[in-house]
């Protein structure tokens, strides 16, 4: 059964204080690893897919990497807006659809 | 923005009455969704759709029935609301395949008391 499992519940950092979110997984055959932010209110918004692990992507403060058991989600200098909670997902081949994570709630304090 | 509109935002029912929420779509996406989301379970897949008529179960399908009759929308009914399923309800879409990104509407509260 495919499976993902996100760490920690709840990540409180100062503003400046890098850190990193953890996504680990099991899936028989990955399609692609997706990270999500949702704000409170909102619906999910998309951030990266990755594919194969050594994989990394960037954007902003951001940097998602992959390797064949789990994802990190790395948080360079956050800002209070990087405030959010982060989702992980998995798309395997028996499945096909995505199984998401609990979430990552992350709250940054200026 | 992912052209993905769902309505209505925001419902209050009574238990047993029956609930039809709409998500409407302006990509022309081949594949949407239909997902809840409650504390502590994260969001789980309730139906799907790949086409026109072409629905499939998720993983919480039971008391949900789903219809897609054009390609824009996709109906999700409650045919006899139950407390249980008081939730955010999301729809997505996506083009299918491997790898393919699923984006998701603004969500849609419904309350059932």
């Known amino acids: 059964e495919d499976q993902v499992t996100q760490s920690p519940e709840a990540l409180r950092l100062q503003e400046g204080e890098s850190s990193s979110l953890n996504c680990s997984y099991t899936v028989s055959g990955l399609r692609g690893l997706f990270w999500y932010r949702q704000d409170p209110g909102k619906g999910p918004e998309f951030l990266f897919t990755l594919y194969s692990a050594g994989e990394e992507k960037e954007k902003e403060r951001l940097k998602a990497t992959l390797t064949k058991k789990e994802s990190f989600l790395h948080i360079t200098a956050p800002k209070p807006e990087d405030s959010a909670t982060y989702l992980c997902?998995?798309?395997?081949?028996?499945?096909?659809?995505?199984?998401f994570g609990k979430g990552t709630k992350l709250s940054v304090k200026p | 923005d992912a052209g993905i509109t769902q309505s209505p935002r925001h419902k209050v029912t009574e238990t047993g009455t029956p609930v039809t929420l709409r998500c409407h779509q302006t990509e022309n996406h081949r594949y949407m969704y239909w997902y809840r989301q409650d504390p502590g379970h994260g969001l789980r897949l309730i139906h799907y759709s790949y086409g026109v008529k072409d629905t499939d179960k998720g993983e919480v399908s039971d008391g949900y029935s789903v219809s897609r009759s054009k390609t824009e929308d996709f109906l999700l009914t409650l045919e006899s609301a139950t407390s249980s399923q008081t939730s955010v309800y999301f729809c997505?879409?996506?083009?299918?395949?491997?790898?393919?990104?699923?984006?998701f509407g603004e969500g849609s509260w419904l309350t059932v008391v």
């Open positions: 997902a998995v798309q395997g081949r028996s499945q096909g659809n995505l199984i």
């Open positions: 997505a879409i996506s083009r299918g395949g491997d790898g393919n990104t699923i984006y």
